[in-house]
């Protein structure tokens, strides 16, 4: 560190990420162990700036959580009233019955940036200190290895990594245990799973990338509380995708298109794919003028039971996301993120009951998980995603006897793989022709970053990290004609041509929308994603 002195804050409990997992975690600590003090850091500018969802909220862990939400006046308005499930062609759009897990009575449209915020007013109505604009960027440990907290990162390095005038070391946040809740492929989190070997007992972690944007349409267009999913166009048979469309309130309409990312073909752009889909007849027609007015993207965990790693290790444990807790046929991972932040808060108030827990490893919550509500959920779930690895046929299959005939109690568990091995070479593969964005219902990654509101100060080291700054060139180009150009859905990776009339790697960090599609999808896995200086990134008001 430079001989850096770093000032040093104390607390019982340290949670990186303000997050539904996060949020929930502190709450319930807070509830539990009045005494405790907890800290959460949020890498955002403000809480919620970097929450996006599509998002249809199952209230039932925050029932549980807060009994009285209503009252409290969470912002759970909209009740989801009408399912529809469509099979999309190119033209036809054919309704078919909506899986039984995809029924939403109940639950409620919502923001998931706006409940994220009320959240972190509960929290601090019980005494909970939240620092956004903060991110966790190392993860601390005491002399026997154990976790002992997190710095943040160091602020004022220019982009040749040399301190300016604003310098400023980072913090150490010391706790005597620590809460990871960084959403999906959280950085740190990745440190821990490698440190711990947390991941080696299960299956490799599966994700997607959904993208979604916020649309305000015409009033005799808008039917609020409407939900609507579609399998199909304009996915091929092989690769696993669909999308969502929720009418929110005010003729807002939250509109998304989620692409596996164990995708093979090295041409296919997720962002295009979706602006392709709202060419769709029966999707435009609700569009057809109106005026987008957000947008985003983020990597969503699809592995299910059996790519959940384990979930404690000395000093700390994983909630959320980052660890894996999403129901894919569902389409919903709030409830849970909120229920695993409540399981390892209440594993953790037990730990604080007994001896002096610092750096104690919390053994307990996966035993709580184990015996949960959530664990059978997931359970019910865990084929239904990796039965779509042998193509969209097969699996659309096999999800409808899965839950038809055997209820998700099939006497087996299919294997999830990694994503990045699934790619095929450019070879081997099909060029796709997208059209152009006519800049009125399809658009372009740039004109798409400008609305996602996403700024990063310019003179700072690069937060997106090769390994071996030769391999786009030297690997990933000849044999995939370099993907990242297409993956990343915010312009950030190009391939141009050098002052020698070579081919050059460019990164455009200052875009970056923070959605780890990167860190996941580089069939070297050369790049790694970290947390850049200060709350940089996007600023998800409403997302």
């Known amino acids: 560190m430079d001989n850096v002195t770093r000032d040093v804050m104390n607390y019982d409990v340290v949670i ?79 309704r078919l019955p909506t899986p039984p897990q995809m029924h939403n009575k109940g639950n409620y449209i919502a923001s998931l940036g706006v409940f994220g915020r009320w959240l972190a007013e509960q929290a601090q109505a019980l005494g909970v200190e939240i620092y956004a604009g903060f991110a966790a960027a190392e993860v601390l440990y005491d002399e026997k290895g154990a976790v002992k907290g997190v710095a943040t990162g160091d602020m004022g390095i220019d982009k040749h990594g040399n301190k300016t005038a604003a310098y400023q070391p980072g913090m150490e946040l010391h706790a005597k245990q620590t809460v990871f809740a960084e959403g999906c492929r959280g950085s740190l989190t990745k440190m821990l799973m490698k440190k711990f070997s947390l991941d080696k007992d299960c299956d490799p972690q599966t994700y997607g990338i959904g993208i979604k944007e916020l649309w305000e349409v015409p009033k005799e267009k808008h039917k ?54 709202k060419t769709h007849p029966e999707v435009r027609k609700y569009l057809e003028g109106g005026k987008r007015i957000s947008y985003g993207a983020r990597a969503l965990v699809e592995g299910g039971l059996q790519s959940l790693p384990k979930l404690s290790f000395p000093g700390g444990v994983l909630v959320g996301d980052t660890a894996g807790f999403l129901n894919v046929p569902k389409i919903k991972g709030t409830h849970a993120a909120m229920k695993s932040g409540m399981l390892a808060a209440e594993a953790l108030a037990e730990l604080f009951g007994a001896d002096d827990p610092t750096g104690k490893e919390c053994t307990a919550y996966r035993e709580k998980f184990d015996k949960s509500w959530l664990r059978e959920e997931l359970f019910r779930a865990r084929n239904v995603r990796p ?57 372009d990654r ?24 030769n391999i786009p060139i030297a690997v990933n180009l000849p044999e995939y004609d370099e993907p990242a150009q297409r993956y990343c859905p915010a312009a950030v990776y190009e391939v141009v041509t050098g002052a020698d009339g070579k081919p050059k790697f460019q990164i455009n960090a200052q875009n970056c929308v923070h959605c780890k599609t990167c860190d996941i999808k580089d069939p070297s896995q050369n790049i790694d994603w970290t947390t850049p200086q200060g709350g940089g990134g996007p600023n998800y008001s409403n997302m």
């Open 224 to 277: 609020q509380g409407l939900v609507i999913h579609t399998a199909g166009w304009p996915m091929d048979f092989e690769t696993y995708g669909g999308s969502f469309m929720y009418h929110w309130e005010n003729n807002i309409v939250s509109i998304g298109f989620i692409v596996g990312l164990d995708y093979k073909n090295p041409y296919l752009s997720p962002f295009m794919e979706f602006q392709r889909f």
């Open 446 to 469: 740039l004109s798409s970053v400008f609305v996602s509101n996403t700024n990063h100060e310019e003179d700072q080291p690069c937060h997106l990290k090769l390994r071996d700054p």
């Open 16 to 94: 990186v990420g303000a997050g539904p997992s996060g949020l929930s975690a502190a709450i319930r600590l807070k509830q539990l162990k009045p005494e405790l003090t907890v800290c959460v850091l949020e890498k955002g500018s403000e809480v919620g700036a970097h929450l996006l969802s599509g998002a249809v909220i199952e209230p039932r862990a925050l029932a549980e959580l807060i009994p009285d939400w209503k009252e409290k006046g969470a912002p759970l308005k909209v009740e989801a009233t009408d399912d529809r499930f469509y099979f999309l062609t190119e033209k036809k759009a054919f």
């Open 387 to 443: 039965s779509f690895h042998k193509g969209f046929i097969l699996g659309f299959l096999y999800s409808a006897i899965d839950t038809v005939l055997f209820r998700g109690k099939a006497p087996w568990t299919f294997k999830n793989h990694a994503d990045y091995a699934q790619l095929r070479k450019a070879k081997d593969s099909k060029k796709i022709d997208y059209p152009k964005p006519d800049g009125v219902l399809t658009f």
